[in-house]
Structures are given as C-alpha cells and as structure tokens.
C-alpha cells in the first residue's frame, strides 16, 4: 500500500513542530491544520501561508484525524513515499509517532539517479522533469489545487516524481535507496560547481575538507560522498 505524505511546519529547527498534514491513498486525500502548540514565526507563515490565526481552533496531533489515519497506516506493509522523507518523518517522531513501515524518500532517489542536476527541491524538480505539463489534469483529478507549500499539493507532486522515478528504477530498488547514503558524483555549489567530486578530491583536497569541517548544517549524502573520494 502507498501513501504519498507532506507535512508543513513552524520552521527547521529542533524545536519546531507540525503545523498542517497532507495525504494523498488511492483516490483519497487528506489535509488537516494541526496546532503545534507553539507560534509560527512571520518567516514561516511567509512559505506556506498558514497563520497563527489559522490555528487557533485546530486539534493537536493526538486527538486529529491525521493522528487516527496515520496510525492505521502505520503498518510494515505500508510504504510512505515523500520529498525529503527524513525531515517529515522526524516530525511525526516529535509527536509520539514511529513510522513502522517502509519508506522511499523522492529527494534522496532524485540526486541518486540523476546526478547532473543543477537542483533537487520538489518545485525544482516540478520544472526540470517538466511535470507541470501534465500536472493541471491530474490535480483536476484529485480536487487539488497547485499551491507549493500547500501539503496536498506538494504530496501530488511528490507522488508525479516517484511515478518518474518508476521509470529510472524499481520500486525495491527506490525503497533501497532511501534507507542508504547515496554516493553523489558532482558538487553542487561553490567555486567547483558542477565539478566531479573525484576529480576536486585528487586536484583540491583542502577545498572539500574545508568544507566538511565549516558547513555543519550540509547534506549528509553530500558529506558521505566527500568523505569517500578524501579516503580514495
């Protein structure tokens, strides 16, 4: 069974909390605003436009019907398909939930099979793969409105580039994917943009661990795969 899931939150840091949930099953959605018990900053609201005020009378998570869908969900044969799944997956673990099932992460599956992009964010990729060709009658289809940010919205777009992905790989082999590091071939920014990783590692060792040692907040597969081509 696959679920395709979005959360939107009061921001990235450790602290922040789930705001609004979307879930897309078969030809059922699902959108809930969820309180997180805490203010949503300006900064926030300003990406995904859903305000304090909005909140005011939403549940929190454990008494929604977020809350009682997910855990019938939350089963091993389940396979929960999202855009940057550890992020929305740390958010349910905030609110008491582990996902028991299995997961296929779009972001991770996106940089592994095509390397050569020049981004990786689901509006990026919306553009790149040229869904937005296709998009305006399969979210007719399913009552949703192209909003980005929206969690409904970003869940359809998610589920458009696993459908992509379906065409690169197998779903065993996406499943896989998203539970190892993913061995990045090229640098995406600074000076060397663009660059094998490989090649800057025999060239300019000192860049790349320059960078290991300054960017704390870098991407994990992007460290993974520094750190292999500085050991050869």
């Given at each position: 069974m696959l679920i395709f899931f979005d959360t939107e939150t009061t921001g990235l840091e450790v602290s922040d909390r789930l705001c609004?949930?979307?879930?897309?099953?078969?030809?059922?959605?699902?959108?809930?605003?969820?309180?997180?018990?805490?203010?949503?900053?300006?900064?926030?609201?300003?990406?995904?436009?859903?305000?304090?005020?909005?909140?005011?009378?939403a549940p929190v998570f454990g008494i929604s019907q977020s809350y009682e869908k997910l855990t019938l969900l939350n089963i091993p044969e389940t396979i929960m398909v999202s855009h940057n799944a550890p992020f929305d997956l740390?958010?349910?673990?905030?609110?008491?939930?582990?996902?028991?099932?299995?997961?296929?992460?779009?972001?991770?599956?996106?940089?592994?099979?095509?390397?050569?992009?020049?981004?990786?964010?689901?509006?990026?990729?919306?553009?790149?793969?040229?869904?937005?060709?296709d998009e305006g009658v399969i979210f007719d289809e399913y009552g949703i409105e192209i909003v980005p940010h929206h969690p409904l919205s970003d869940a359809l777009h998610a589920k458009m580039i696993y459908e992509y992905l379906l065409d690169l790989s197998d779903q065993e082999r996406l499943i896989e994917m998203s539970q190892s590091h993913v061995l990045l071939t090229r640098l995406p920014f600074g000076k060397y943009a663009k660059r094998r990783i490989e090649e800057i590692a025999l060239k300019d060792p000192a860049y790349l661990r320059w960078m290991c040692e300054?960017?704390?907040?870098?991407?994990?597969?992007?460290?993974?795969?520094?750190?292999h081509h500085l050991r050869g």
């Amino acid at each position: 069974m696959l679920i395709f899931f979005d959360t939107e939150t009061t921001g990235l840091e450790v602290s922040d909390r789930l705001c609004a949930i979307g879930l897309i099953q078969g030809d059922e959605t699902h959108y809930e605003l969820i309180h997180p018990m805490k203010k949503i900053p300006p900064a926030a609201s300003a990406i995904h436009h859903i305000t304090n005020e909005m909140l005011k009378d939403a549940p929190v998570f454990g008494i929604s019907q977020s809350y009682e869908k997910l855990t019938l969900l939350n089963i091993p044969e389940t396979i929960m398909v999202s855009h940057n799944a550890p992020f929305d997956l740390a958010m349910l673990q905030k609110e008491g939930m582990a996902w028991q099932g299995k997961v296929i992460d779009t972001l991770k599956c996106s940089k592994a099979l095509m390397d050569d992009l020049d981004g990786y964010s689901l509006q990026f990729l919306r553009y790149e793969l040229r869904l937005y060709r296709d998009e305006g009658v399969i979210f007719d289809e399913y009552g949703i409105e192209i909003v980005p940010h929206h969690p409904l919205s970003d869940a359809l777009h998610a589920k458009m580039i696993y459908e992509y992905l379906l065409d690169l790989s197998d779903q065993e082999r996406l499943i896989e994917m998203s539970q190892s590091h993913v061995l990045l071939t090229r640098l995406p920014f600074g000076k060397y943009a663009k660059r094998r990783i490989e090649e800057i590692a025999l060239k300019d060792p000192a860049y790349l661990r320059w960078m290991c040692e300054s960017l704390m907040d870098m991407d994990e597969d992007l460290r993974y795969s520094i750190e292999h081509h500085l050991r050869g």
